[in-house]
């Protein structure tokens, strides 16, 4: 059975930075694209970037280039996620999520995790 667990999460100031990381299991990560998603309080949730099984990287929104970095360690089975230059507008509950090889909308992605709690706050 397919499972992905985030954690990483927690509370960080304005400016500061996170590494999340989502830990799969169930499936050969190799072959997979893993991305990271986003629901802020009272929006819906959005993309944030993904990486491809060729590692090829796509920023599902422009807010975070130059920000976020996303990698993956296969032997580990964990994807990361590191964000820095955290602004209060990142606070959200960040997803990964796995679909075969290819970054595709959000729709598309197979497997998900439950998440994990970003909050950006002094």
């Known amino acids: 059975q397919p499972q992905l667990v985030e954690s990483g999460g927690g509370l960080v100031q304005p400016g500061g930075s996170l590494r999340l990381s989502c830990a799969t299991s169930?499936?050969?990560?190799?072959?997979?694209?893993i991305g990271w998603f986003r629901q802020a309080p009272g929006k819906e949730r959005e993309g944030v970037i993904c990486?491809?099984?060729?590692?090829?990287?796509?920023h599902y929104t422009d807010s975070v280039k130059g920000r976020f970095t996303i990698s993956r360690d296969n032997a580990k089975n964990t994807v990361y996620l590191q964000m820095n230059s955290l602004k209060q507008e990142d606070t959200a509950v960040y997803y990964c999520?796995?679909?075969?090889?290819?970054?595709?909308?959000?729709?598309?992605?197979?497997?998900w995790g439950k998440g994990t709690l970003v909050t950006v706050s002094s």
């Open positions: 999520a796995a679909e075969w090889a290819m970054c595709v909308t959000m729709s598309r992605f197979e497997y």
């Open positions: 169930g499936f050969t990560l190799d072959y997979y694209a």
């Open positions: 990486i491809s099984s060729d590692d090829d990287i796509t």
